[in-house]
């Protein structure tokens, strides 16, 4: 889970990236830290689709299911 230090530290060294640069640990430590928010933000996204029910015109319910990844459109 990310905290809310996490994003306040992926914004200073994006922030520092722009003006001075970062060092060779800052940019691995931001790496881990976007991978980390992105995977989070992931996990949020897919919670709240699994919470989704789609109603049809003819009254009929069903749950949104995950997309089988090697399917096309």
């Not at 640069?21 to 928010?37: M, N, P, S, W």
């Amino acid at each position: 889970m990310v905290t809310q230090k996490d994003i306040d530290r992926i914004n200073e060294l994006a922030r520092k990236q722009k003006t001075v640069g970062l060092t060779d640990e800052e940019k691995a430590e931001q790496k881990e830290l976007r991978v980390k928010y992105i995977n989070g933000f992931k996990a949020s996204l897919e919670s709240q689709l699994k919470g989704i029910t789609i109603i049809n015109p003819d009254g009929s319910k069903h749950k949104v299911k995950k997309k089988d990844e090697n399917s096309c459109s």
